[in-house]
């Protein structure tokens, strides 16, 4: 989710889709969407410190690439949201592997109605975490009725003393961040936490939204691993057919506020429950914020080839 790929290599910018690509899968007229999740995707508590993490990101080779599209209803609204209805559309992309690194391009439309207004909120975020997972690249386009209201972008280097940001968007500024995993990292983590059998992971999480200045805590409880045969309730035709016999696990990740302090309570900002495969495809989405909550059914997925990793030496 970077700006125009200032700091990325060449062979780092061919991995990314364009926005024009992902403006084509979305249906004109349609609302539209997309995560980070995860991604991204795609985002506890209370200020814990975050779980070491290594040097090297390792288990990339773990994240398949593909492109998932989700269409999103409303679920539930407090009267005081003043939201009457609200649909949408997320298109989520990953292309890369553990050798250049993982490139995460999301697209998230919204139709949005309230008791006074209409409005079509759109979002348009591209990433890119390098292999070792200590250096991330981001921006994020945000579009109110098709106009644009704000972009965020920059850099973002893992140090010893914590992270390094560098925003070139929407003004250039340097700050200094406490130590926090990136997207990818955090995702090939959960699976890995998964996998041992592990029900509970707490995280610093660093991800380039909102005004990419602070790092918020996530906690993410695991629920035992299973099987889904099938289609589920919403989704496209088709979709089963490409996850049937892997193994799921259905998780929920909470954010939370690092700056508020340690209190019962201490409430998330967001939160997301979804199944997540042991390839790192995401299903079955529900997104609460503080005054409502959105429902994500996949419609569409689309498994791309792997590239060979080519390692040096």
Known sequence: MPHLYGSLTAKQINTIVSTETLMTVMTVGQPVLPLTAVVGAVTLALTWPALPSPAIAGGFETIVPHRAIYDV????????????????????????????????????????????????????????????????????????????????????QRGAGGLEVKLSSPQERELALGDASFITSHLVNLLDKARRGERFVRTDLFDGSDAADEVVATTSVIAASKVVEGKLDG????????????????????????????????????????????????????????????KAHMQELELFAVSPCEREG
């Open 73 to 156: 209803e409303l679920n539930e609204a407090a009267e005081r949201s003043g939201i009457k209805a609200m649909s949408g559309r997320i298109v989520y992309e990953v292309q890369g592997n553990e050798c250049e690194g993982i490139t995460v391009q999301y697209r998230f439309l919204t139709d949005v109605r309230t008791t006074s207004d209409k409005f079509l909120s759109d979002q348009h975020t591209s990433t890119f975490e390098s292999p070792d997972g200590s250096q991330f690249t981001f921006l994020t386009k945000s579009f109110v009725n098709e106009r644009l209201e704000r972009t965020v972008a920059g850099s973002a």
């Open 235 to 294: 989704e496209g035709d088709g979709i089963g057919d490409a996850l049937n016999g892997l193994h799921s696990w259905p998780v929920t990740m909470s954010y939370f506020d690092k700056d508020v302090g340690r209190t019962a309570e201490h409430v998330p900002v967001y939160e997301a429950s979804f199944l997540l495969y042991e390839n790192g495809v995401t299903r079955k989405l529900v997104m609460r914020y503080p005054d409502y909550s959105l």
